[in-house]
């Protein structure tokens, strides 16, 4: 099977690293057509530079990676320097990029992407706020027929929300980005809370990332050492929860996953529960399902792929 052509919309973030750099080190599952950043866990300017930093990191400098949209839609900007650090990229101490910035716009790449290559060949990974994908389809309606289906990390259910009570940060960040999106008609495949709160770095995981010996095991280790400690403080959690490489794992290997495709709606009223994805898990509305909502995966194998994975860089 020929690898799966897809971009990359992300906001790096230490997990986000990590799945950009599963996704580099899968030739035969994945082709990475580009690299679109988007204002989230950090500031744009911060994003667009992390992701060249983990590009130059992975050793692959020939990347296209692009700036996109730097603020919500139609909300100010919230950030999560309290669990990324200031740069985004705590743990590691790595270079700064040499590579530059690619021209033009993220959601100008995502548009004209979609509209060169045929119908139903383009995967869009958005691992942050949804802002660039929204705005895409704002200014080119036609691509929604395009795009394959898009894999993202966001929500949460059962789990309930990690920067409200009700809202997970993505979709908090930009609800009126995600309604935009999940009413797209694109069919969507969603890594919430629910799934990737099981995918947890505990200590022999990260161990098993040191243990490569390598410059990218190695900063691995760092990044998660770095970004476990918020949710460790605020779960008990046996470690880091990885969320944004469950996207790239599910494209290699989507065995290892488990969901229903029901109804996701996003709330976008009211204050209280803003951000929040109400999904339909008992299917008890008349609600059409828009989503395949993934709500387990199996751990072990998970970190078995991305270690191996890891090692070939
Ligand atoms: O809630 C987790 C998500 O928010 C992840 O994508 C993390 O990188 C942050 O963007
Ligand atoms: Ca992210």
């Known amino acids: ?6 971009i990359i919309d992300t906001d790096p973030g230490q997990d986000d690293a990590v799945a950009i750099l599963l996704a580099l080190a899968s030739p035969e599952e994945i082709e990475v057509l580009g690299i679109t950043c ?8 911060l994003t667009s530079k992390n992701a060249r930093i983990v590009c130059e990191l992975a050793g692959r400098p020939d990347i296209k990676v692009f700036a996109g949209c730097d603020r919500p839609l139609g909300r100010d900007l919230v950030t999560a320097e309290h669990v990324h650090g200031k740069s985004g990229l705590d743990g590691p101490d790595l270079p700064d990029p040499t590579m530059p910035l690619a021209e033009g716009h993220a959601v100008d790449f995502i548009i004209e992407t979609l509209r060169a290559h045929p119908a139903g060949t383009v995967t869009l990974c958005p691992l942050g706020p949804l802002t660039n994908i929204a ?11 395009k795009a394959a289906k898009i894999v993202l990390m966001g929500g949460g259910y ?9 809202a997970e940060f993505n979709i908090y960040v930009d609800p009126q980005a995600a309604d935009i999106v999940f009413k797209s008609g694109i ?4 890594m919430p809370l ?3 709160h099981k995918a947890l770095v505990t200590k022999p995981r990260n161990d098993a990332f040191r243990a490569l010996g390598t410059q990218v095991g190695t900063a691995v280790a760092q990044m998660t050492d770095f970004f476990e400690r918020f949710d460790i403080e605020k779960y008990g959690s046996a470690g880091a929860p990885l969320h944004d490489p469950c996207v790239t794992a599910f494209l290699i290997n989507p065995e290892l996953f488990s969901g229903r495709h029901i109804n996701v709606e996003i709330e976008t009223q009211s204050e209280l529960t803003m951000g929040m994805t109400v999904a339909d ?4 509305t008349d609600r059409p399902a ?13 970190f078995t792929l991305l270690t191996e994975r890891l090692a070939r860089l």
């Not at 099977?1 to 897809?6: E, R, V, Y």
């Not at 988007?38 to 300017?45: E, F, I, K, R, Y």
């Not at 705005?135 to 027929?145: G, V």
Request: net charge negative; glycine share 6%; no cysteine.
């Open 281 to 284: 898990w008992w299917r008890v």
């Open 135 to 145: 705005t895409a389809l704002q200014k080119a309606p036609d691509i929604a027929e």
């Open 158 to 166: 059962f789990e309930g929300g990690n920067i409200t009570s009700t």
């Open 38 to 45: 988007v204002a989230g866990n950090v500031p744009l300017d």
């Open 1 to 6: 099977m020929s690898p799966q052509k897809i």
């Open 290 to 302: 828009n989503a395949t909502f993934i709500n387990d995966l199996d751990a072990d194998g998970f």
């Open 187 to 190: 069919p969507i495949v969603v």
């Open 194 to 196: 629910d799934v990737t």
